[in-house]
């Protein structure tokens, strides 16, 4: 009793705390074999598991189990290769990757973990059990340490540190500012010290991060699979790499999912989604895909869900009407949902084929959501996946060119229900990882060339690998709504999901004022997926707006079409790199309060956004990263980084800055993403004699190949620009080619450099000499143009291969 009373007193003396509930675990003995180390305790045996360098998944079973309860769900990849190898000495155990190392104290038994020469983190209690609820308790090692994650939530600040939040995901109707449980919840915590922990266990779960201050970072749930997964790097951008490359790396997205999807609840019959689309057509604004919600299937919100087939009485030649869209360069979409009303025609057949989740008895378990009485489709069976899965394909070949599944927390899921695999309680957060992936997977195989489109409402850890584009849900139409999705959409990024965004000028309530509505399809253009969606109280469309507001959010159409190569760079750069699309400030200046802000944010690394989240304003405040200089993409002012500026503001535009040195290829408007030649591009150059050197890039392929660049059917055009000390300036181009359908022989690119400031005096292409021309030229391939309105050169190029350089002289 003494002794335990001594080794209780050290450990508090350490600043480390046990569970009240729980002895003090004892390491019996422990086995390293094939990278992966084992551990015999008292109380049952931990698995520690390398996964590279920077991965280690640490699964606890106990004395009675020999596998854990359920499968990883976050985990994307298998093991390794990783040269692990396990030190001893009398005291410890040390797992060493080269990267992140677990340090295994013997007496007391404790587990730590190290990135490089940096403690990160490391276990208080580590496994515990108590109330029926069992999980993990973590020391903080900072007390400045900063924590981001849970998934999809609005809490009004970036920091989640003094959080007490539930991990069920649900869904908050008609949210605005706050909504601390939503519809996309991840048991998962990012960290400020470059680390990811991610709780591996789909159950109705809590994460405390540090509440009441003690510096206790806790994950416990009613059941499932108990495991950790800790990812470490020493950047943002690695780190977003890491957790790519061990859950599960995005697939791009097929390029016309960068376009303007229409969408409301909902387009009622066919004559109105014809109407729709010819109105965008006949109002100049483009458009790449209809949407379709539950009107499709029938003709009333309650009695049809579950008939998973064409109303023919509102829609009397869907296929046609898909032919008739396609051929303007439009595809459909269509809604789905897990959920088979008693009174659907499938009623019958689901229960006798063993699709839906049950009772104790075994018998389709009914209750009831907002449609009417109901059971649900059970994803975690095989035959409930088959039979699901025949309603797509049988549509895709019809015709369908993306899906939406609505409703798929799910959003009424009893905890007693049972799966194939387990309670309803124990799966529930993994549901829409299931049913996203069940999808991916049926396209894969139905259509190997093709990359699918997802538009899903809930997942888990690691769902991006099945191709996931999330959105966040039923918001409101008011300002805290809008504020809310920057929050929103970064948290999703940091935690490995890119494509999260918002039903642009909000879902519900109130028809917005004007002013709120283009702010938000202003803010819109520069968010991954560019969707107007809403209910019926108010049309939702641009094309039915009042003409000023058609105006503004036609040339914020316009310009998120012209942005076209540079966001389809960025897609690239995620499928490869795990870099989300939009990005905190942090990732350029990683002082301690940029990682705070949530009112402006990186797209991509060129362009810095600050959206207007309030009314009526006339100025806006701009906090611009330190380490660049900064140039305002309206009228070309420059800024030093490293402060906050002011800028005034008018309807007509927001905030948006480019960062010197940035390369930004873009395009002519078009009608649609079908219509993009890339032929022919300019590529905006932004100069600063403060940049000595930079390097940018533009990916293309075929815009549908899945995989494109693993099969070598693409072409990386890659910029850099050097200064020498002469006061010249340099813009080298060269590339990676390969082949790939429709790609041209010769590109021709405009370079267009800004802020030289003056007039140079000479221009070279590849040594020859070339003249500088004022004003609009005849012949621009053989001259450059100086345009002394806008203080811009432009300089014409071809490319079919070959290495190529500008070099500008000195101002005249």
Not at 732 to 758: K, S
Request: proline share 7%.
């Amino acid at each position: 009793m003494k002794q335990s009373l001594r080794i209780s007193l050290l450990l508090l003396g350490l600043g480390w705390t046990l569970c009240a509930a729980e002895p003090t675990r004892e390491l019996l003995n422990h086995t390293f074999t094939d990278g992966v180390l084992r551990l015999e305790l008292s109380d049952g045996t931990m698995r520690l598991t390398p996964y590279s360098a920077n991965a280690i998944e640490a699964v606890f079973m106990r004395k009675d189990e020999t596998a854990p309860s359920q499968p990883s769900y976050a985990i994307g990849r298998k093991p390794g290769p990783v040269d692990a190898k396990l030190t001893e000495s009398a005291d410890e155990l040390r797992l060493e990757t080269g990267g992140l190392d677990a340090v295994i104290r013997r007496q007391p038994f404790q587990i730590s973990y190290r990135y490089k020469d940096r403690d990160l983190i490391g276990e208080e209690a580590g496994f515990f059990e108590h109330d029926g609820k069992s999980g993990f308790r973590f020391r903080l090692l900072s007390g400045d340490e900063k924590l981001f994650g849970g998934g999809s939530r609005a809490l009004g600040k970036m920091n989640r540190r003094g959080e007490h939040l539930e991990l069920y995901s649900s869904a908050p109707y008609g949210y605005g500012g706050e909504a601390r449980s939503m519809y996309y919840s991840m048991p998962a915590v990012v960290s400020s010290e470059k680390y990811m922990l991610v709780f591996d266990n789909s159950a109705r779960g809590w994460l405390d991060a540090d509440s009441k201050g003690d510096g206790i970072l806790q994950f416990e749930a009613v059941g499932g699979r108990m495991a950790y997964l800790l990812i470490a790097s020493d950047s943002w951008a690695r780190l977003s790499a890491k957790i790519a490359d061990t859950t599960g790396t995005q697939p791009m997205l097929p390029r016309w999912a960068l376009g303007h999807l229409s969408s409301r609840f909902g387009y009622r019959n066919q004559r109105e989604v014809e109407k729709i689309a010819e109105g965008f057509t006949r109002e100049k604004m483009p458009l790449d895909a209809m949407i379709l919600d539950l009107y499709w299937f029938g003709p009333e919100l309650q009695g049809y869900m579950g008939n998973l087939d064409w109303d023919r009485k509102a829609f009397p030649n869907p296929e046609a009407m898909m032919q008739k869209l396609s051929q303007r360069g439009v595809k459909t979409i269509l809604i789905t949902e897990p959920f088979i009303l008693t009174a659907s025609k499938n009623w019958k057949e689901a229960g006798e084929k063993k699709v839906l989740a049950t009772d104790a008895d075994g018998k389709p378990m009914v209750f009831d959501i907002f449609f009417g009485p109901a059971g649900i489709i059970d994803v975690f069976a095989p035959a409930g996946r088959d039979w699901f899965w025949e309603y797509y394909r049988k549509h895709t070949e019809s015709g369908v060119a993306g899906w939406w599944g609505d409703l798929g927390e799910p959003e009424t899921h009893p905890d007693d229900i049972l799966h194939a695999t387990g309670r309803g309680e124990d799966l529930h957060n993994a549901y829409g990882h299931e049913w996203t992936r069940l999808i991916f997977e049926g396209l894969r195989e139905l259509q190997p060339d093709k990359r699918p489109f997802l538009l899903m409402r809930s997942g888990f850890v690691g769902t991006q690998r099945y191709g996931i584009v999330p959105w966040s849900g039923d918001v409101s139409r008011n300002w805290g709504g809008l504020k809310s999705q920057i929050e929103i959409t970064l948290q999703m990024g940091l935690q490995g999901v890119p494509y999260m965004h918002s039903d642009l000028g909000g879902f519900t309530g109130k028809p917005p004022d004007p002013e709120l509505y283009v702010r938000w399809l202003q803010f819109g253009t520069f968010q991954p997926i560019y969707r107007p969606h809403g209910n019926e109280d108010a049309p939702v469309e641009p094309s039915l707006q009042d003409k000023k507001t058609k105006d503004i959010v036609r040339r914020y159409l316009d310009l998120r079409y012209r942005l076209l190569p540079y966001n389809y760079t960025l897609m690239f750069e995620n499928s490869t790199t795990g870099i989300p699309l939009m990005r905190p400030l942090a990732f350029l200046d990683d002082r301690p309060e940029m990682a705070d802000r949530m009112d402006a944010y990186l797209w991509g690394d060129a362009f810095l956004v600050a959206p207007i989240l309030e009314n009526k304003a006339a100025e806006r405040e701009v906090p611009l990263p330190e380490g660049s200089v900064w140039f305002d993409y309206w009228n070309g002012d420059r800024h030093e980084g490293g402060q906050t500026i002011t800028t005034p503001v008018t309807v007509q535009d927001i905030p948006v800055f480019v960062k010197a040195g940035s390369f930004i290829p873009m395009i002519d408007p078009i009608p649609t993403t079908a219509k993009y030649d890339p032929k022919s591009l300019q590529v905006h150059f932004y100069a600063d004699p403060s940049v000595k050197e930079s390097t940018g890039s533009l990916y293309d392929d075929d815009g549908e190949t899945f995989d494109a660049h693993g099969k070598k059917k693409y072409e990386l055009l890659q910029f850099r620009s050097l200064r020498p000390d002469d006061g010249t300036l340099e813009l080298h181009l060269d590339g990676e080619r390969h082949t790939y359908d429709g790609m041209p022989e010769n590109r021709t690119i405009r370079y267009v450099i800004h802020a030289l400031g003056a007039k140079p005096q000479s221009v070279s292409v590849d040594g020859r000499p070339i003249p500088v021309t004022d004003g609009p030229s005849k012949n621009p391939a053989a001259s450059a143009v100086w345009n002394k309105n806008d203080r811009t050169l432009s300089v014409t190029i071809d490319w079919s291969g070959t290495p190529r350089t500008v070099k500008i002289g000195r101002p005249a």
